[in-house]
């Protein structure tokens, strides 16, 4: 199993502004994931962090609106860059820490509100 | 294209049995995972079934069959606290999770 802590856990910002998720496991782990879930929806996968190179982006996300660091095998940070209303959605972090076919761990996710 | 279908909410009485279904299109198929995810929460493991067949495990099952395209989850004797969204996932070919839209949960006293 894996413990993942999430932070902040919400927040509110304003529109242009920046804002960076950090998440932070209690075990060495290789694959780690940002999904965004908007209101009433289901899990959008962001990007897969990888482990001293650049992440992984799905298509629709850009490395420069979603900048993600993943500096070792338990902690990474998502940014969400020039933050518009049309980013307000929860923000959650996910981990792998089995194979491939394995459940996922959640953090807890980031409540983020632009104004 | 990929895609998971399961219904948007269901109702169900306190103490019933309720069954919610999913059925998926993937390239390729590694399994399909439950997850229940209360309001504010995040998600969490329930179910994980690769091979055609029901999984048991205590109050909640979970089937799958491979040549539909199709799973269930089954939650017996319902209890309040089991009010909650439940989201599928299917694993494609590239072990790539595809999410459903989840089916919010409803239970009544």
């Known amino acids: 199993s894996a413990v993942i802590s999430q932070k902040p856990s919400r927040d509110i910002c304003q529109r242009g502004t920046s804002l960076t998720i950090q998440c932070q496991v209690d075990?060495?782990?290789?694959?780690m994931f940002w999904y965004r879930q908007q209101p009433g929806q289901s899990l959008t996968l962001i990007a897969t962090?990888?482990?001293?190179?650049?992440?992984?982006?799905e298509s629709g996300f850009v490395i420069d609106k979603f900048p993600i660091s993943r500096p070792n095998l338990t902690f990474s940070t998502l940014t969400v860059s020039n933050m518009s209303p049309e980013d307000s959605s929860i923000y959650l972090c996910?981990?792998?820490?089995?194979?491939?076919?394995?459940?996922?761990?959640f953090g807890s996710g980031t409540q983020l509100s632009v104004l | 294209g990929q895609n998971i279908d399961q219904p948007t909410e269901m109702t169900a009485t306190e103490g019933a049995i309720v069954q919610i279904n999913c059925t998926y299109q993937?390239?390729?198929?590694?399994?399909l995972f439950w997850y229940q995810q209360h309001a504010g929460e995040a998600p969490t493991f329930l179910s994980y079934n690769v091979l055609d067949g029901l999984e048991e495990k205590g109050r909640f099952s979970s089937f799958l069959s491979r040549s539909k395209g199709y799973s269930y989850l089954l939650l017996k004797e319902l209890q309040m606290k089991d009010s909650a969204s439940y989201l599928c996932a299917a694993l494609d070919s590239n072990y790539q999770l595809i999410w459903g839209a989840g089916t919010k949960l409803i239970i009544k006293p």
């Open positions: 996910s981990v792998q820490p089995g194979h491939e076919n394995e459940k996922l761990f």
């Open positions: 075990s060495q782990v290789t694959m």
């Open positions: 962090a990888n482990q001293g190179s650049e992440a992984t982006y």
């Open positions: 993937t390239s390729g198929f590694n399994g």
